[in-house]
């Protein structure tokens, strides 16, 4: 059966490293949405990669495929793909021919839309230009990769695109719009990748029939229409994008993923947030800075009420859970179960101000002691009664097992139920 691993909270949840783990039963990885926003961090035997585009498939050579629902920046994805190439022989990949391009414009858009907002009201965007990107596929003014075969349709567009934007760039001293310089970006990418290129049916034709993991980018809570809007990304990154996205009419099995604690970068709701040594304990010892933008990500508890909310709207299957081992020293474990004593089914998850407004008490958190040293576990007999009655409590609450769960950042460090 084909799988999708799904981010379950604000992104940065494990997704690389265990797409990385299951990959291997795999013939075919494809992302689906999402750009370079994405920071994905696999760690197999002492080698580190960091991917934003290509799906992390690519480390044990499976054939890894970019579908249209993501948007793509030409210059960022051939950095991606000469670095890949120094690590992997003939890495094999393909680009969707419908896949809309982000240009430097969109990342002096994404620079301008956030300058303008204040304080608590910045997005905190990845400044990669991915929601003025998605802008335009929405607005029909996208170039996309297959009008990489002629330059002369591609200026056309683009002066078009130039009358519209220059009056913004011009209006915040923005460089306006160099239509030959981004000529010569996508006359030289074409010229490196665009045999990469291929057209749906081709990957339809090829790997309908073949076993399919779906990578997912951001985070369930993330979603565009979905999460705490504005405080989003702005591609749908849940599961039922899957078919859009990736131009793939198939069935798949859910695996729903998040950490043993909660981060998220950037700015928006945040219930079970810690603002004590607790959290910055969590933040140095899980090493919680943004692969992407470096940036110190924001920690807290466990918070499963919103984590029902994210296995329902993705009809997860399956659970993984990741980063036990961060909160192994830590003398109590704390799981938030409701919010203000309100459960997920009395809370609007979309609504940033109402979710804003929780203050959450003591009665609103579950306790469980601490864990200790869990290094030499290898599976789930032998872990402490009292992380197995963690985990039990997360799968009672969320009502769907927990089949997949990560104690550490190599592949090994896994263990499957
Ligand atoms: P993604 O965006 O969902 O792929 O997640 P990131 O790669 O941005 O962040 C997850 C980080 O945690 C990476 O640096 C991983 O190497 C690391 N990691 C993944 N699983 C575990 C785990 O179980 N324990 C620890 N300590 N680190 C992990
Ligand atoms: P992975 O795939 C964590 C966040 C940004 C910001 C919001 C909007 O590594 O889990 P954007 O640049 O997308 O317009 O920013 O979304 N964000 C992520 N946070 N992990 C990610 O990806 C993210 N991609 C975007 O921090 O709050
Ligand atoms: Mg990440």
Redesign the pocket.
């Known amino acids: 059966m084909n799988k999708a691993v799904i ?1 379950l909270q604000w ?9 990385d783990y299951l990959s291997e039963k795999f013939d075919l990885v494809a992302r689906y949405q999402g750009g370079n926003n ?6 197999v035997e002492d080698v ?1 990669y960091k991917l934003n585009l290509i799906p ?1 498939g690519v480390i044990r050579g499976k054939v890894c495929f970019l579908g249209q629902g993501i948007v793509l920046d030409p210059d960022h994805f051939l950095k991606e793909y000469q670095q890949i190439c120094e690590k992997i022989s003939n890495p094999n990949i393909y680009l969707s021919s419908n896949i809309p391009l982000i240009l430097p414009y969109h990342k002096q858009l994404d620079k301008i839309n956030e300058s303008i907002l204040t304080g608590e009201d910045k997005i905190g965007t990845t400044a990669k230009g991915i929601g003025p990107a998605y802008q335009d596929k929405v607005g029909r003014k996208s170039i996309k990769l297959y009008d990489l075969k002629s330059l002369d349709k591609i200026k056309e567009k683009l002066e078009s695109i130039k009358k519209f934007y220059d009056p913004v760039l011009n209006a915040y001293q923005e460089e306006a719009i160099n239509i030959d310089q981004y000529l010569t970006i996508l006359d030289s990418f074409y010229k490196e990748v665009g045999s990469l290129i291929v057209d749906n049916s081709f990957i339809k034709k090829n790997f309908n029939q073949q076993k399919i993991l779906f990578e997912g ?1 951001q ?1 369930a809570l993330l979603d565009l229409d979905h999460g705490s809007y504005p405080f989003v990304t702005s591609s749908n990154t849940i599961s039922s994008n899957i078919m859009i996205g990736s131009g793939l009419q198939v069935d798949y099995q859910t695996v729903g ?1 998040f950490k043993a604690y909660a981060t998220r970068v950037g700015n928006g709701p945040f219930p079970s947030e810690l603002f004590d040594q607790i959290g910055d304990y969590i933040a140095e010892t ?2 919680e800075y ?2 992407v933008t470096k940036r110190k990500r924001r920690c807290g508890w466990l918070d499963l009420v919103s984590l029902k909310y994210s296995c329902q709207i993705n009809q997860v299957n399956e659970l993984c859970i ?5 909160l192994n020293n830590l003398e109590e474990i704390k799981i938030c179960k409701s919010y203000q004593g309100q459960s997920f089914e009395e809370i609007n998850f979309n609504d940033s101000d109402s979710l804003k407004s929780f203050s959450l008490n003591e009665d609103d958190f579950k306790i469980f002691q601490s864990w200790g040293d869990i290094t030499k576990v290898k599976d789930f007999d032998s872990m402490p009664q009292s992380l197995k009655n963690y985990i039990q409590y997360i799968e009672e609450y969320l009502e769907i097992p927990i089949k997949i769960i ?4 190599e592949r090994n ?2 263990i499957i139920r």
């Open positions: 981010g992104g940065d949840e494990g997704k690389g490293k265990i797409v994405a920071g994905h961090t696999v760690i580190t992390s980018a985070g993923i899980g090493v943004g692969t990741t980063k036990i081992d961060v990560s104690l550490g950042p460090q896994t």
